[in-house]
C-alpha cells in the first residue's frame, strides 16, 4: 500500500469511528436567534449550498417569504421580496451553522428548534420543526399559524418535559426504530409513535396546563414526522466530528437547495462541491405531476450522510406505498451502498439483512471508481413559491459533485493519484 | 366440480369473508366475572382445550394456582392445590366462553379483561392481560402485585380513558403495525406503542387522578407486549362470526394448554381435535434451556388462526433475534402458510412481499394434503409451576389435529372424500 492510499484508510477509519461512536442526545428546545451560532436578526438560514436570491429556487424563496413574514419583517410577500432582493434580510445555508433544516430549510430567529448534543464529543446540532407546509414553500396565512403553534403552546412545552426528564438519548430509539419498519428519511413513524411515548410522562409530571398539555400530546403522536428532525439533528450531531480530518474522503454534508446540489469531505475542509439539483423520481399527490415539481431540495439527505434513509430503505419497504418501487429494488439499494461506504454501524442494524449494520462512510473514492452514487429518499416540493408538499420519491446525488471534490483531493493531497 | 367440493368451497370463502370483513373495536375493560358469559364464582378458565387437573401441565396449575391466591379462594399454593384437585375451585377451557387468553390464560372472575366488540356482527371476544409471570405459572407474591396494580391502578384508568374516546378501534393500529415489523404475537412493539400514542390523550382527558395518570401512562407506554391482548381479542372477535358454517374446513381456534394442543373447524361445531402439545425450538434466556421447558401452551395462536404471528413473519424480521432464524427462513415460512389458506386478508398487507395480503383461514384439506402445518411464534414456560418466562421461539401445529378434524369431516359430510 503506497503511502497516501494508507493514510486515506486509517482518515477514513478514523471518521468511521468517531460517527459510529456519537452519542446524540436531544437536550433541549430554544429560539434558533438564541442557541444558534452566528444566527443574527434579520437573517435566515436556508438548507443546502449557498445560492443567491436570483438563482434561489421558488420552493425555497416562498419558504423565505413566510419565515420573513412569521417574523414581523414584512406584512406580505410582496414587501419581503424587495428585503431579500435589497439585501435588508440575509441568509446563509445551515449546514455551517451546526444547523440542519428539512425541505427549504428555512430557520428565522424566533423559531424553535431542536437541540441535539453528542455527548461523546459535546457538539451540538439544531434542526427546525417537521411540518408539510412553510418549509415546502407555502407562506399563506394557515401555514404560518403552525410555525406560530409551534413557538407559542408546542415547543414551549415539550421544553418543560425535555428538562423535566434531564434529555432524551436518541440512539436507543434510532435504533429501535431501524427494526420497526423505519429509514428515519421519509419514513420515521416509529420513531415518532416511541418519541411521543418517552414524552408522556415527562410533560404530565412537569405540571404543563391542561390545555397546554392536551394540545401538545394531540401534537406529537398524531405527527408521523416528528422525528425526522429529531434524525436530522442527530446525524448531524453524529457527522460534524468526522469533518476536518486530513486525507479522509468521507463525505460529511449532502445538501440540497432546489438549484443546487452540494457535499463536502471530511480532509476538504468548508468546501462544497455542487452541481444542478435532480429532478426526484416519486408519487404526486392528487392535482400534481412532474411538470409541476421543483429539484432535489433540503439538508434531510444527512440522514443518507450517516447511513439511513436511501442507505437502509431494504429494511424500511412499507415507505414504498409512498415512493414507488419493489421489496427488490430496495434490497438492492442497500447493497449498492455498502460498495460506497466505508464501513457499517455498530450500532443500527437491518433484520431484513441478517442484522447487519447500516452501510456508513459515503467515500468519494469509491463513489467514482464504482460509478454508484447515493440512494436518497425525500419529499417533493412544488417549483413555484406558496405551495405545501406536492410527493415524494428517490433521487440519486450527482455523479459530478463527488467527482469534483475527488480533483480537489488529488490537487490537495497529490501526488496525483488517489487510491 | 363434484357437490360436496362446490359446498366446501362456497362455505370457506364465506368463512373468508366473515374474517376479512371484521371490525375489531375495543369497547371496555370489566371485571371478568362480569363480563365473561358463564364464568361463575369459584371458577377459572384456562387456555387450550379442556384437560383435568392431573394431566395439567405444571406452568398452568402454577397459575391457575396464582389466580386462586390473588381471588382470595387460597391463602396459599397447597390450600390452593388441595381446592382444585377436589373440585372446589372449578376450570373450563376460554374459547367457549368467546374468551382468550395468553400462555397458561388463567382469567378469574376479579380479573379486569380487554373487552373487544367485532362491530360488523356485534359479538364481543374477551382478552386477559399480558404480562411475564403469572400467566407463565409464577404464583408468587411479586407476580400477584402485578395483577392487583392492573386490578385497581392501571385497568380502572384506562376504562375511564376508553370511556372518554368512545371506544378504539383496532383495525386500523394492526394494518399499520404489520408494516411496522409487527407480527402481533410475539412481536407487537409497535402496534403497543401506538396503542400508548392513541391512549395519552384520552387518559388526561378523562381526568384520571394525576398519580394513578403517571402510573398508567408509564405501565402502557413500557409494556412492548401490551397489545398482544388486544391482537388476541381482535382476533377471537374477528374469527368466531366464521364458525359453525355447515360444510366449511377453515380453522376456527388453534390453542394448547401446554399438555394437548387442539383446533376446532368451522363446520364441525365445539368439538376439539387433540394432539399432544409439541416442545418449542427456541432461544431461552440465561439460565434455562430445552430441558427445563415445558410444552407449547396458550390461546395465543387465535393470531396465526387469522394470518397473523407466524403466518406473517416475512415482514417481521426483527423477531429473528428474539425466536432464531434467517430473513430467508422467515420469508420461506409466510410463502408456505399460503399453500394451506383459503385466501388473503384484504386488510393486512405485508411492504416485504409487495403489500401481499397475510394469508388467511387455514384449510385442513390443504394441510393434509400439502403436509405443511401452521407455523406458530410463541413463548417458553417452564415445565414446572412456580416460573416466569424462560424464552420464546416457534412451533408447528401438530398434523393429527388437522387428520383427525379431517377424518370427522369426511364422517359427518361423507361421501368418503373431502376433496
Known amino acids: 500500500m503506497n503511502d497516501i492510499k494508507q493514510k486515506i484508510e486509517m482518515a477514513n477509519m478514523e471518521a468511521l469511528k468517531r460517527i459510529n461512536e456519537a452519542d446524540p442526545v436531544l437536550v433541549d428546545i430554544a429560539p434558533a436567534g438564541e442557541a444558534i451560532p452566528g444566527l443574527e436578526d434579520r437573517m435566515i438560514l436556508h438548507s443546502g449550498p449557498p445560492v443567491d436570491w436570483l ?3 421558488g420552493a425555497q424563496r416562498g419558504s423565505m417569504l413566510g419565515a420573513a413574514i412569521f417574523e414581523g419583517w ?3 410577500a410582496e414587501e419581503a421580496t424587495k428585503l431579500f432582493a435589497g439585501g435588508a434580510i440575509r441568509f446563509e445555508p445551515n449546514h455551517p451553522h451546526q444547523a440542519v433544516g428539512p425541505m427549504a430549510g428555512t430557520i ?9 448534543e453528542n455527548k461523546t464529543v ?8 417537521v411540518e408539510r407546509f412553510q418549509q415546502f414553500g407555502d407562506y399563506g396565512e394557515e401555514a404560518l399559524q403552525g410555525l406560530r403553534l409551534w413557538r407559542d403552546v408546542w415547543a414551549p412545552a415539550l421544553k418543560k418535559g425535555l428538562r423535566q426528564m434531564g434529555g432524551l ?28 411515548n418517552a414524552m408522556a410522562c415527562p410533560l404530565i409530571e412537569a405540571d404543563v396546563p391542561k390545555g397546554q398539555l392536551i394540545g401538545t400530546i394531540k401534537y406529537i403522536t398524531n405527527h408521523e414526522l416528528i422525528f425526522l428532525a429529531l434524525a436530522m439533528a442527530a446525524a448531524k450531531s453524529s457527522v460534524d466530528p468526522a469533518a476536518g480530518i486530513e486525507y479522509s474522503t468521507v463525505v460529511t454534508a ?12 471530511s480532509g476538504l475542509g468548508d468546501e462544497w462541491f455542487t452541481a444542478p439539483a435532480p429532478r426526484v423520481e416519486g408519487l404526486y399527490f392528487p392535482g ?3 411538470a409541476d415539481a421543483g429539484a432535489d431540495m433540503g439538508d434531510s439527505a444527512i440522514t443518507e450522510t450517516v447511513g439511513w434513509g436511501g442507505f437502509v430503505l431494504a429494511g424500511a419497504t412499507g415507505i414504498l406505498a409512498l415512493v414507488g418501487g419493489t421489496p427488490e429494488e430496495a434490497m438492492a439499494y442497500s447493497r449498492d451502498m455498502r460498495q460506497i461506504t466505508v464501513g457499517a454501524s455498530n450500532n443500527y442494524r437491518m433484520p431484513i439483512m441478517g442484522f447487519q449494520g447500516a452501510p456508513v462512510g459515503i467515500d468519494i473514492r469509491k463513489v467514482v471508481q464504482t460509478g454508484i452514487v447515493p440512494i436518497i429518499d425525500t419529499a417533493i416540493a ?6 405545501s408538499i406536492i410527493g415524494a420519491g428517490l433521487v440519486r446525488a450527482p455523479f459530478e459533485c463527488f467527482k469534483k471534490a475527488l480533483v480537489r483531493f488529488s490537487e490537495k493531497y497529490g501526488p496525483n493519484r488517489t487510491s
Open 288 to 290: 400534481y405531476g412532474p
Open 74 to 76: 414584512a406584512k406580505d
Open 169 to 196: 438519548p436518541l440512539k436507543p430509539i434510532i435504533a429501535k426504530s431501524l427494526q420497526m419498519g423505519d429509514e428515519l428519511h421519509n419514513r420515521p413513524v416509529a420513531a415518532s409513535s416511541l418519541f411521543a
Open 254 to 265: 449532502m445538501a440540497r437547495n432546489g438549484t443546487d446540489f452540494g457535499i463536502r469531505v
Open 382 to 387: 412544488h417549483r413555484n413559491p406558496g405551495y
Open 108 to 116: 428565522s430567529p424566533s423559531m424553535p428548534v431542536w437541540i441535539v
Open 122 to 129: 459535546g457538539n451540538l446540532a439544531f434542526c427546525r420543526q
Open 55 to 57: 438563482r434561489m429556487s
